[in-house]
């Protein structure tokens, strides 16, 4: 996880509002750096850095010298940025993922390059030649963005609602909205030249179900083997996630989902050579059935497995510092969120893997739901499976954000 943050049209001592960015520093404890635009002196970009990819060259706000107009922020992993560098003929200047996004949006402009990454990402891109600013997030909502907008052309992005708090120049910030950018859209701004922000375009570049623009790196479909074909999208799903500089884990809880994910990492890792042992993670209270299953599947797949076992006092004392990272008071997400975030703390204080692995969205896309059962035929299934799966930014994906990024 990385945190990104940004402010455009500000009427405000930009020094000052940047201390708004500081709250979103769990995300990227490895970094980070605060930065005014040259010529748009009320703007400003915030990065905090969790470097998983080129370490040297990977620091935001991106900008390259063949495009010194551009200046880019984003949180995710771009998977398929070396096989743009190859279709398009782009001259990268870093080993950096994100830079894709830059060469994309010079080739062909912002539909364009949101069309053709293949990866889980929020950013924000400003040109500065043509005043404008874009903003984009991921069909499936992964990684998390909130946008403030005020009547007066004040713009503000961030990762977490919280770093978006105290800036809205006079109005309190019960009186101004902080929304969830929509997954799957980009939004397009114009600057005046007072460096106001003005709403253009808000449009859908991908929805769930469709086919995406870009070249894929699965295995062709072969119409006759559906259990091929799952798993070949599957395993291609696994692999290509497996680019990563840092050490990969995998949370377990012994499940089918998070088990098929563990087993499809150890395998791929080995095939690449990595050689350090995968470190799976699972837990619960004593006697959890969950703790056996996933201890059974670790002996399986020959992982190293870790263990993290809680008391309710311990669940409890947390409850507080989860909804503070959730910025959400839903039971469930909650309830869920406990585990998880204690097993994510022992991750970041006990290992050194970075790169987590989990099963979420599984049930949502195979309708493993026990209500399934109940659904009068598969059109109807498929339209709820759809719903969840367009829900899924506001529980289990921010679930597995926050309680993960929470610890940077």
């Not at 994510?344 to 195979?366: H, L, N």
């Not at 026990?370 to 289990?396: C, G, Q, V, W």
């Amino acid at each position: 996880m990385c945190g990104i943050w940004a402010i455009f049209g500000s009427d405000d001592d930009v020094s000052k509002q940047c201390a708004s960015c500081l709250k979103i520093a769990h995300r990227g404890p490895d970094a980070f750096r605060i930065e005014n635009v040259n010529h748009f002196k009320n703007c400003a970009f915030g990065f905090h850095r969790l470097a998983i990819v080129d370490d040297l060259y990977g620091m935001q706000p991106m900008r390259v010298n063949s495009l010194p107009h551009l200046w880019l922020v984003y949180n995710g992993e771009i998977y398929n940025y070396k096989l743009t560098q190859k279709q398009f003929d782009f001259n990268y200047e870093t080993d950096c993922d994100g830079e894709s996004i830059l060469h994309l949006y010079n080739h062909g402009g912002i539909e364009f390059a949101a069309q053709n990454l293949d990866g889980v990402f929020a950013f924000a891109l400003l040109d500065t030649a043509e005043r404008k600013v874009y903003l984009g997030r991921d069909t499936f909502g992964v990684r998390p963005s909130f946008r403030l907008l005020t009547n007066d052309g004040f713009l503000a992005v961030c990762s977490e609602a919280k770093g978006l708090l105290g800036l809205a120049h006079t109005m309190c910030d019960n009186s101004v909205k902080i929304e969830a950018f929509p997954p799957g859209h980009y939004e397009t701004y114009d600057l005046n030249h007072a460096g106001k922000a003005q709403l253009r375009e808000l449009k859908q570049f991908h929805k769930i179900g469709e086919a995406p623009k870009y070249l894929t790196v699965a295995p062709p479909i072969v119409e006759e083997d559906l259990k091929e074909n799952v798993y070949n999208l599957l395993n291609a799903a696994v692999k290509k996630r497996l680019m990563a500089h840092r050490r990969i884990g995998c949370m377990l809880s012994g499940g089918l989902d998070s088990s098929t994910i563990a087993a499809l990492v150890v395998k791929n890792a080995k095939e690449m050579g990595i050689t350090y042992p995968v470190q799976t993670f699972a837990t619960g209270m004593e006697g959890s059935p969950d703790l056996a299953a996933a201890r059974k599947v670790a002996d399986h797949i020959g992982s190293e497995h870790h263990e993290v076992v809680f008391e309710p006092e311990d669940g409890l004392a947390v409850i507080e510092d989860v909804i503070y990272h959730l910025e959400s008071y839903d039971i469930t997400t909650v309830r869920a969120s406990i585990g998880m975030y204690l097993v994510s703390q022992y991750i970041s204080t006990k290992t050194d893997s970075v790169v987590i692995f989990s099963g979420e969205g599984a049930d949502e896309v195979a309708q493993g739901y026990i209500y399934f059962h109940n659904a009068p035929d598969s059109t109807k299934a498929n339209t709820e499976s759809h719903r969840l799966l367009n829900d899924l930014y506001m529980y289990d994906v921010l679930r597995a954000d926050r309680t993960t990024s929470a610890h940077g």
